[in-house]
């Protein structure tokens, strides 16, 4: 073979393997939602320093611990790092892969799934695709598939190749591509979970849970738990070998038993390992099923979970003697991270408000800027108490509308600033480059065109409806958090 012909070879190869390596993030699913992404776990890989504390598991991990919360009251670094409905096995590569980058103080590992064996494609997809090729996740995906067999599963995993080259899975997603999957990119998380609530995935709605079952006995298959005992065994020995300390953690969950409880103190017993089960300490930590979870059987909403993280990281620093790293420069990034997660949390209260005047008790936040147009009519005349609300907004009175009925009314308040504001009987309008952006407004009445308008760099966010219009701008996330009319002539009613 001559030279020319080998360098061809060469080349060929390497522009396939290119071709093959892009084409594996441009086909492959990006799990792109709060518990399924992709991005969250790559995360894991990018943090500016390594966390003192990981934490490893399913669900229970990303949705029931807050590691900015943690931080935030004892300035101790950690990481929800984590995949849904996690099979034991793979929380043992996960333990592998947070040793293998540089190994923290201490490994909490959630034992909702100790006694079971997790056999779901989509999950062991879920747990595998985002993370990176080494020797463990090769050692792992043989060892699942043996698994699979010992089991004598019928769910049918697709070869070990495609797990290493994912493109070989989703080649036929071909025609389900959109945008995000086009301007993907592997090094910039895809939401703000991801680049800045180190792998925590918080929700705020509430469900009434159910703790009645506790008691109900539960049927163990024999030879999952002889399989699991030695996965735990190997836990055990990898951590003490590293310098680790581990942790083992139940976080409140109405779909926890008894039988579980006992078996799994029984092996850390075993092994020395303390076991901080959360059934324990509901009372003490105020628990409160009716307000704190945002299901019946799993998972804990953002209230239930501030509880949790606060006890859990009193309890961190107490046993562990972690360091303080709040005012530390280096760590600056999580004093920034705290305040996202802050603002990102008002918003949603903010997005959910009907009432007139708790909203506009919401919009006192000095990181807002806050646009607000009128169309049609005020109805300042038949509810004047709710117009005389406006000025919660704003420290002086300005303009009133109380008595108004038909005028256009522009206003713009910047960080608690009053930029703009006019009332009128003609239609008005507003320009202006606020910080980076271009805003453009107008307001008209019924008899004056009967039309508003509040575009932010030409794109339009006025809810079409009669009454006061609001568009909320956060600064801190720099997006738009909020666009709503509330029809002050129909009593308030909120339209988004």
């Known amino acids: 073979m001559g030279i020319k012909q080998l360098l061809r070879i060469l080349?060929?190869?390497?522009?396939?393997?290119?071709?093959?390596?892009?084409?594996?993030?441009?086909?492959?699913?990006?799990?792109?939602?709060?518990?399924n992404s992709y991005a969250r776990v790559r995360q894991f890989y990018q943090e500016e320093q390594r966390p003192e504390v990981v934490f490893i598991g399913s669900s229970h991990v990303h949705y029931n611990i807050n590691p900015l919360q943690i931080f935030d009251e004892y300035g101790i670094t950690s990481y929800d790092f984590a995949s849904p409905d996690q099979d034991f096995s793979a929380s043992r590569l996960y333990i592998e892969e947070s040793i293998r980058m540089g190994p923290p103080k201490v490994i909490v590992l959630e034992v909702l799934n100790m006694t079971r064996f997790v056999n779901s494609e989509v999950r062991h997809r879920q747990c595998l695709d985002q993370l990176p090729l080494s020797l463990n996740k090769l050692k792992y995906l043989l060892y699942s598939f043996e698994r699979n067999k010992l089991h004598k599963s019928d769910v049918k995993y697709d070869s070990v190749v495609s797990y290493l080259f994912p493109t070989l899975r989703y080649h036929d997603r071909w025609d389900?591509?959109?945008?995000n999957d086009l301007?993907?990119?592997?090094?910039?998380?895809?939401?703000h979970g991801a680049t800045h609530y180190h792998g925590y995935g918080p929700h705020y709605y509430t469900v009434e849970a159910d703790f009645s079952g506790y008691d109900e006995p539960i049927a163990f298959d024999n030879s999952i738990l002889e399989e699991n005992k030695k996965i735990f065994s190997d836990i055990v020995a990898m951590c003490e070998k590293s310098g680790v300390e581990l942790l083992l953690l139940k976080t409140p969950s109405p779909s926890w038993r008894r039988d579980k409880h006992d078996l799994i103190q029984r092996w850390a017993d075993k092994y020395h390992i303390p076991f901080?089960?959360?059934?324990?300490?509901?009372?003490?930590i105020g628990i409160d099923a009716?307000?704190?979870f945002m299901d019946k059987s799993h998972h804990l909403?953002?209230?239930?979970?501030?509880?949790?993280?606060?006890?859990?990281?009193?309890?961190?620093?107490?046993?562990y003697q972690l360091p303080d790293h709040r005012g530390d420069s280096r760590y600056a990034v999580w004093e920034t991270d705290y305040q996202i997660y802050e603002q990102d949390k008002a918003s949603y209260f903010l997005s959910h408000e009907t009432d007139w005047s708790r909203y506009l008790e919401k919009l006192k936040d000095p990181n807002y800027t806050i646009y607000v147009a009128a169309k049609d009519n005020i109805?300042?005349?038949?509810?004047?108490?709710?117009?005389?609300?406006?000025?919660l907004i704003r420290e002086d009175r300005g303009v009133t509308i109380e008595g108004k009925t038909h005028s256009s009314y522009l206003l713009v308040i910047d960080k608690g600033e009053v930029i703009y504001e006019k009332i009128s009987d003609q239609a008005i309008s507003y320009e202006s480059e606020t910080g980076k952006h271009r805003v453009e407004m107008e307001s008209a009445h019924f008899k004056a065109g009967n039309k508003a308008s509040i575009k932010i760099d030409y794109k339009e966010y006025f809810v079409d409806r009669r009454g006061i219009g609001i568009v909320v701008y956060d600064n801190i996330l720099e997006d738009v958090v909020d666009c709503v009319t509330f029809d002050i002539h129909g009593g308030g009613t909120a339209y988004r």
């Open 290 to 292: 009716t307000t704190d």
């Open 379 to 391: 109805g300042g005349v038949l509810h004047p108490e709710l117009a005389k609300q406006l000025c």
């Open 11 to 35: 080349c060929f190869s390497l522009i396939f393997f290119l071709l093959l390596a892009n084409s594996q993030i441009l086909f492959q699913d990006k799990w792109v939602s709060l518990s």
């Open 183 to 191: 301007d993907w990119d592997p090094e910039i998380p895809y939401y």
């Open 301 to 319: 909403n953002d209230n239930g979970v501030t509880k949790v993280s606060r006890h859990l990281g009193k309890y961190l620093q107490e046993k």
């Open 276 to 284: 901080l089960d959360y059934k324990d300490f509901l009372e003490e």
């Open 176 to 179: 389900k591509l959109t945008k």
